[in-house]
């Protein structure tokens, strides 16, 4: 009973606060989207309206899948990208392993707007890249490359991205007990198999959450669309972020959010399947 | 068995990526003496006037110094209830336990549109004026799993036998809890502190929907990336705020490393 009482004493405040900003905003969130406006008499309405026309809006649907397509893309780039990285770092580095690591995460200490508007400094028509082709002679007009379309949006996101996921596939594969792939090795299998069959098996979880680390705010992202996608390159976060802060049409907005929930619990259920999340957090 | 080329293959992408990484940073640090208004190649001449400009721009220094609060304040309330948490579930296997668990870790699966719209109707509800600490309260709820990350693990590290040794000296729990368990954790606590701050010093998406015209930092960097002539100015003090961020950090990991070499004795 005494440590029932201690354990509720400590556990409290926490759960309160997490109840009252985190899970109440939530469940407010989907009461609204059954509201038909955001203020006055239309508060106090109970409609369907909001879900009929998101449904029958097959932009927005559109839009959606999109953009929950290209943070899957993206995601799954960075994994690749951030993978040998990881693994030279996790088994080939040696004692610079800490430097090499250190080196490697300062980049993401500078400020996140900043990061993303740097490549408006690289792809810009008067910007690094076209300066340099400029220089070789290789074009001679001035011409923004890639700017204001999806590739660029995808290109910085990778670039905000790989570090981060290069983390827990790094503690994955630290995790590993090297006598595992000694014994391989004494089974006779060759290097590449080892890989194949114990290094990579072993560090799936740490790639599911770096993929995840990837993937859920690149669907969120509003920002990134706004600095270098132009209006080609908008995604499903700006619909939101319009609803709300624009058109002021929150039951809507409420409505796009819930769906945008949907899919994230829906790829956590199909992904988790690899193991607990609290397994993949380390917790 | 070894092959000589792949190490050299892992060294060569190794150098490739840290390249990547570092060149847009190096750009804003060139442009930011560079002396001209527009980003734009090819460069001026060098000038230290954006760093001068910094210090006289209102604006901005009150973004900073609300940015600086909020900060502090929701480092110092993540840390503090992610170090009740984390007491809670690593010293108890009670139920609520694995609830507690999967709510306080939520918040790292869920966009932040979706958590700063969500407060924007509570806020709106209740009748909060929108404001730099309401995006506090948001930026608490996404450093939760963090503190709780770093303290745990910390506590993993050393078994309670101490607290209970404590109580048979006739300390009471929570005397334990205070004298004994706090200051072996202190050093995760700092960490987690200094990580919280971080997280809500560079965090814009929550903040954008909750501090009205109240900007925090990166807020008002966001408001200023358009008018291209302010733009050095903001980039003077993003170097600035780099330099300071990296000596936090590299302070913290120190922290944290050094916290866990001594649990492992």
Redesign the interface.
């Known amino acids: 009973m ?3 009482q ?3 004493t ?2 409290g ?3 309160i ?2 109840l009252l ?6 469940g ?2 989907a009461v ?1 989207s059954f509201r038909a406006g955001t203020t006055g008499a239309a508060r106090d309405v109970f409609t369907f309206d909001n879900y009929i026309k998101f449904f029958h809006n097959t932009s927005f649907q559109r839009l959606l899948w999109r953009s929950a397509g290209i943070s899957f893309f993206m995601a799954i780039i960075s994994c690749v ?1 951030a993978y ?2 990881a ?3 996790a088994f ?2 040696g004692s610079k392993k800490t430097f ?1 690591m ?6 993401t ?7 993303i ?3 408006k ?2 792809l ?1 028509s ?3 890249l ?2 340099v082709l400029q220089a070789l002679g290789l074009i001679d007009q001035p011409s923004p490359i890639l700017l204001y379309s999806r590739p660029a949006v995808v290109v910085t996101l990778i ?1 905000v991205w ?2 981060f996921v290069m983390l827990p596939i790094f503690a994955s594969l630290e995790r590993i007990d090297r006598y595992l792939l000694e014994a391989a ?1 004494d089974l006779g299998c060759t ?1 590449f198999e080892a890989f194949l069959r114990v290094t990579f098996p072993l560090s799936l979880p740490g790639v599911v959450a770096g993929f ?1 680390f990837a993937f ?2 690149t ?5 990134t669309p706004l ?1 270098v996608g132009g209006a080609q390159g908008s995604m499903y ?1 700006n619909l ?2 319009d609803q ?2 624009r058109a002021l049409n ?1 039951p809507m ?2 409505v796009m ?1 819930l769906a ?2 949907v899919i ?1 619990l829906l790829m ?1 259920f199909l992904l988790t399947r690899v193991g607990p ?2 397994d993949l ?3 | ?1 070894r ?1 000589l080329n ?2 050299s293959f ?2 060569f ?2 150098l490739l ?2 390249v ?6 190096a ?2 640090i060139i ?1 930011s003496f560079n002396d001209a208004a ?5 460069l001026k001449g060098f000038t230290l006037r954006w760093y001068e400009q910094v210090t006289q721009s209102s604006e901005l220094l009150f973004a900073l110094r609300n940015s600086v609060l909020i900060a502090l304040g929701s480092a110092l ?1 993540a840390t ?3 170090g ?2 984390a ?3 690593v ?2 296997n ?1 139920p ?2 694995g609830a ?16 700063g ?6 806020l709106n ?1 209740v009748g909060i004026p929108l404001s730099a600490p309401a995006a506090g ?2 930026h ?2 996404i450093s ?2 963090y503190a ?2 770093i303290i ?2 910390r506590l993993v590290g050393f078994p309670n036998n101490l607290e209970e040794a404590a109580m048979d000296l006739g300390a009471s ?1 929570w005397e334990a809890l205070g004298r004994v368990t706090i200051p072996i954790i202190s050093p995760a606590l700092l960490a987690s502190f200094l990580l919280c701050f ?1 997280i809500s010093f ?1 965090e ?2 929550i903040a ?2 909750l501090v009205g015209t109240d900007a925090t930092l ?1 807020v008002y ?2 408001s200023q ?1 358009r008018f291209p002539t302010r733009l050095p100015i ?2 003077a003090l ?1 170097a600035i ?2 330099t300071v ?2 000596a936090v ?2 302070f913290s ?1 120190w922290l944290r490393r050094s916290g866990q070499n001594t649990s492992r004795k």
């Open positions: 005494k440590h029932r201690r354990f509720l400590l556990i405040l926490p759960s606060y997490l900003l985190f899970i109440v905003p939530l407010l969130m609204f990208l040998p990285l693994y030279y770092l080939k580095a090499l250190l080196l490697i995460i300062i980049p200490w500078t400020s996140y707007l900043l990061r508007f740097s490549w400094l690289i810009g008067s910007g690094l076209n300066s670039y790989v570090p090795a290097r995840f859920i705010p669907l969120g992202e509003f920002v600095l976060g939101i972020q709300f802060m929150w907005g409420s959010s945008m929930l994230v956590m999340l609290t957090l380390g917790l | 068995m092959r792949l190490p892992g060294a992408y190794y990526v840290c990547i990484l570092y060149l847009p940073i750009l804003l442009f527009s980003l734009t190649f090819p309330v503090i209830l992610g009740m948490g007491i809670a579930i010293r108890y009670l609520g336990r507690f668990l999967a709510v306080s870790a939520m918040p790292l699966v869920i966009p932040y549109v979706i958590l719209v969500s407060l924007l109707i509570l509800q309260l948001g608490v709820i939760i799993p709780l990350l745990s693990s729990y971080t560079d814009f998406s954008s929907f990166p960097m966001y990336l903001v980039i993003a705020i780099m961020t990296m950090m590299i990991e």
